[in-house]
């Protein structure tokens, strides 16, 4: 199974801190009809996660979604 890293850029739109959410993804087989299985791994800068597997991202500071 073929794995990468893709990384996907952060802004909160009312504080303006910047970061970025890295992931990592597991291709799966075309028949499994190419799906990305897509894992949050690490974040860089003043945002937290949610829970589970896909979370959605907050700002620590504002406590609103960004992603
Ligand atoms: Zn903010």
Redesign the pocket.
């Known amino acids: 199974m073929a794995r990468r890293e893709d990384t996907q850029s952060l802004k ?1 739109p ?2 303006g ?1 910047t970061g970025v959410a890295i992931y990592e993804e597991n291709e799966t087989p075309p028949h499994h009809q190419g799906r990305l299985d897509r894992k949050l791994i690490d974040i860089e800068g003043e945002f937290k996660a949610g829970l589970g597997y896909d979370p959605e991202i907050y ?1 620590a ?2 406590e ?1 979604k960004v992603s």
Do not use: E
Request: net charge positive; charged share 10%.
């Open positions: 909160c009312q504080c801190t700002c500071r504002c609103i």
